[in-house]
């Protein structure tokens, strides 16, 4: 069964479209703005706190870009309007990261303007390495000219340890997660516990160092270790928050809720949502029985 799911794993590019999209359902809210808000009610209503992404990664057009930005702000007010507990997400190659980064930055400074008028909050997703100096450098700017504003930061890369000692004066607000993207061996920690202990370490370096943390992880082990970091550091449960993504373990969400902690739900949702299902499915160690139950026309279980 591992070999299969390992087959399937490296052969979803050859996955049809309409199977990969009825098996990575689970992962994304739907396509509109509404479906949207329905997922965020029914997790507050369970307790849980909101993130929302638009989905949409790398674009190379200028309009694209804007496009983006007036997505975000509908969906700030929106958030207002509804009167629900949710921040937003943003990747900075669908500002236009990769076509003009002084465009980026004030792409995102609008976005993030708008959420500081409204009290409200953006954090920054990290991408592939190749986009990490120019994220890290937005951040600071926007960090210093408006607040309200946050960063992730990788445990798989070498540099993050760095990343921290140079972001700590500034009282970042950091969400930690392991990492998604295939990066080299040359700045990339490979092996699964290497990357374990450096998220330990790190998340300890932050949470010592006064920096809001998001601990963003389904891995029970970390979880279990953040849980264990924060009470020995007497932290209240206003200090830091654990993170998940829609569609992933539920048990364990509500475990983290039952122990009194924060936790805040990643909600996708939009039309783009092939490749953040792709990067999700290479990631479900069951993907293979389920892409085979889709294929075979029986539905999810
Ligand atoms: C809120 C949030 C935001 C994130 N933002 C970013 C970002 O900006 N940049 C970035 O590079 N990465 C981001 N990630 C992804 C992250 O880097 C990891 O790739 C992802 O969280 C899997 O790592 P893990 O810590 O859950 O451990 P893993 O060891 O991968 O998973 C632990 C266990 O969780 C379950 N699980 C994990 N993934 C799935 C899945 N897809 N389907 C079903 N079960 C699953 C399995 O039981 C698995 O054994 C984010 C993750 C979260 C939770």
């Known amino acids: 069964m591992m070999l299969f799911d390992k087959l399937i794993r490296y052969g979803m590019p050859f996955v049809p479209k309409s ?12 396509e509109e ?11 507050n209503a369970e307790g849980a706190m909101a993130t929302v992404d638009v989905l949409g990664e790398e674009v190379r057009e200028a309009s694209k870009a804007e496009a983006a930005v007036e997505q975000y702000l509908s969906l700030l007010e929106t958030i207002e309007h509804e009167q629900i507990d949710a921040n937003v997400s943003i990747k900075p ?9 002084d465009m980026c930055c004030s792409h995102i400074k609008t976005i993030v303007s708008k959420a ?5 909050f953006v954090r920054i997703d990290m991408e ?17 000219d408006v607040g309200h504003v946050g960063l992730v930061l990788q445990a798989y890369l070498h540099r993050t340890v760095t990343d921290i000692n140079e972001l700590l004066p500034l009282g970042p607000n950091i969400r930690l997660c392991k990492g998604i993207y295939r990066e080299p061996r040359a700045i990339a920690w490979k092996q699964y516990e290497t990357v374990r202990s450096n998220f330990i370490y790190t998340m300890e370096k932050l949470l010592q160092g006064g920096a809001y943390v998001g601990i963003a992880t389904h891995d029970a082990h970390l979880v279990w270790a953040g849980m264990a970091t924060v009470d020995r550091l007497g932290l209240d449960p206003v200090d830091y928050e654990f993170q998940m993504l829609l569609g992933v373990d539920p048990e364990l969400r509500r475990t983290i809720l039952g122990q009194g902690h924060r936790l805040r739900v990643y909600i996708p949702f939009g039309r783009d949502w092939y490749p953040y299902s792709m990067r999700r499915l290479r990631e479900n160690p069951t993907v293979a029985h389920h892409v085979t139950r889709a294929m075979l026309g029986l539905g999810p279980r």
Do not use: F, P, W
């Not at 500081?116 to 409200?120: H, I």
């Not at 592939?128 to 210093?144: G, N």
């Open 19 to 30: 199977i990969v999209g009825k098996v990575a359902k689970r992962y994304v809210a739907g």
């Open 33 to 43: 703005i509404a479906d949207a808000v329905s997922a965020i009610r029914k997790l």
């Open 93 to 101: 190659t669908m500002l236009g990261l990769k076509i003009d980064e």
């Open 116 to 120: 500081a008028e409204l009290d409200n």
């Open 128 to 144: 592939d390495h190749t986009c990490t100096d120019a994220t890290l450098q937005i951040y600071r700017r926007l960090l210093t």
